[in-house]
Nanobody
C-alpha cells in the first residue's frame, strides 16, 4: 500500500505562485513514476505533469508547460509542483498519483482576484 498526502493549495491572485507537495508513505525511489493530475470544477480529471524515477525525465500538459515545474526530493519521499504565473483556469483540485492507481486526497487551488 502507498499513501499519498498532498498539501500546499490555497487561494492566490492571477499571476501568483504556489508550491504543492505530495508526501509518500514509501521510498519514492521504489516508484517507477509520480504524476500530478487536476480536476477543475465541473470537469473531469486531467493530466498535469509526470516525473520518471529512472533518469528523472519529466513531461507536462501543454496548458502548463513553461509555468509549472515538477520535481522530487528522494530523501524526503516527496514530490513537488512549482506553479508560477497562475491563471484562473488553473483553479482545480490537484491530486498526486503513482503506479498501482494510488491517489492522494487532493488539495484545492483557487486562482482569483
Amino acid at each position: 500500500q502507498v499513501q499519498l498526502v498532498e498539501s500546499g493549495g490555497g487561494l492566490v491572485q492571477p499571476g501568483g505562485s504556489l508550491r504543492l507537495s505530495c508526501a509518500a508513505s514509501v521510498s519514492i525511489v521504489s516508484l517507477p513514476f509520480m504524476r500530478w493530475y487536476r480536476q477543475p470544477p465541473g470537469k473531469g480529471r486531467e493530466f498535469v505533469a509526470i516525473i520518471v524515477t529512472t533518469g528523472g525525465g519529466t513531461s507536462y500538459a501543454d496548458s502548463v508547460k513553461g509555468r509549472f515545474t515538477i520535481s522530487r526530493d528522494n530523501a524526503k519521499n516527496t514530490m513537488y509542483l512549482e506553479m508560477n504565473n497562475l491563471k484562473p483556469e488553473d483553479t482545480a483540485v490537484y491530486y498526486c498519483n503513482t503506479a498501482g492507481e494510488y491517489w492522494g486526497q487532493g488539495t484545492q487551488v483557487t486562482v482569483s482576484s
